[in-house]
């Protein structure tokens, strides 16, 4: 699985963006999917992953309420729609997948490169 990962940019405080991670292979539908984060001079952190079907998501507790991961298998698209957004959300985002769903920055098994960031206050 080749990921691609792109949509992010410069934006205010209080703003939104949505990234795309785009999949190639024909077995995407079968994956999980995830997002996660590097800021500068800090490890790099999980933001919200997605089963296979969809049906099953999970962030971690500073996008709650804010960040919405989806996906389209037809499209072998996975989506972060990033609301409300704050300074310490700037970042690398990356894409990653895996069979099964974990929560943690490990054990992922396919990356993507990653697409910047950047909420001014």
């Known amino acids: 699985v080749q990921l691609q990962a792109s949509g992010g940019g410069l934006v205010q405080a209080g703003g939104s963006l949505r990234l795309s991670c785009a999949a190639s292979g024909r077995t995407f539908s079968t994956y999980a999917l995830g997002w996660f984060r590097q800021a500068p001079g800090k490890e790099r952190e999980f933001v919200a992953a997605?089963?296979?079907?969809?049906?099953?998501?999970y962030r971690t507790d500073s996008v709650k309420g804010r960040f919405t991961i989806s996906r389209d298998n037809a499209k072998n698209t996975v989506y972060l729609q990033m609301n409300s957004l704050k300074p310490e959300d700037s970042a690398v985002y990356y894409c990653?997948?895996?069979?099964?769903?974990?929560?943690?920055?490990?054990?992922?098994?396919?990356w993507g490169q990653g697409t910047l960031v950047t909420v001014s206050s």
């Open positions: 997605i089963d296979w079907s969809g049906r099953s998501t």
């Open positions: 990653a997948a895996r069979r099964l769903v974990v929560t943690t920055t490990t054990h992922w098994d396919y």
